[in-house]
């Protein structure tokens, strides 16, 4: 019924279903000194990915750099892609979004989560203190599976966590 009501439609959902990553677009400029070449440096990661990854774009952000991917751009509630679509196999990428707590708390899933924000320069450094840390305690309080939660320091340990995530889930499809 609530598809009905908000017009979701299953094509919505399989585009998702087909990828094992989303990236999260977030409009970061207010909060980071020079995001946009954290966003190149973090698109690069994900670029050794291309095929297995979707972007979502928030609705105060474009898709100026992710031409490899395919982005999804739709009004599509992002609470009713996560009910459809979303499993635990999901890979959730952003600097640290509200958005990567939408499928445990409204649903109960655990989707791995990738949050991006120490690969920026905040231009409060109180920032992380006061906005990221506490979002990422209260999915660390409700996790069961807290190595799920992944905070990379640099480029390279994005990349090894995706890797290594891919490989895992893969490894568990064979199975």
Same mark, same amino acid.
């Given at each position: ?9 299953? !094509? ?7 990828? &094992? ?15 946009? !070449? ?25 898709? !100026? ?44 899933? !655990?989707?791995? #989560? ?13 920032? #992380? ?43 568990? &499809?064979?199975?």
């Amino acid at each position: 019924m609530i598809s009905d009501i908000f017009n979701y439609k299953k !094509e919505h959902g399989d585009k998702y279903n087909k990828k &094992k990553f989303v990236y999260l677009t977030q409009p970061l400029e207010e909060l980071f000194v020079k995001p946009t !070449e954290c966003k190149k440096s973090i698109e690069n990661c994900l670029n050794n990915f291309y095929d297995k990854g979707i972007i979502r774009l928030h609705p105060r952000d474009c898709a !100026e750099s992710f031409s490899m991917f395919e982005i999804d751009a739709s009004s599509t509630l992002w609470e009713l892609i996560c009910n459809m679509a979303i499993t635990d196999d999901h890979v959730l990428i952003s600097s640290c979004s509200t958005a990567q707590l939408i499928p445990k708390l409204m649903y109960g899933k !655990e989707p791995w #989560i990738i949050f991006t924000y120490k690969l920026f320069n905040p231009k409060d450094k109180t920032v #992380i203190d006061k906005r990221f840390k506490p979002i990422v305690d209260k999915i660390k309080r409700v996790y069961q599976n807290k190595g799920k939660i992944i905070i990379p320091e640099s480029e390279a340990e994005l990349l090894s966590s995706l890797v290594s995530i891919l490989d895992e889930t893969e490894d568990m &499809k064979r199975k």
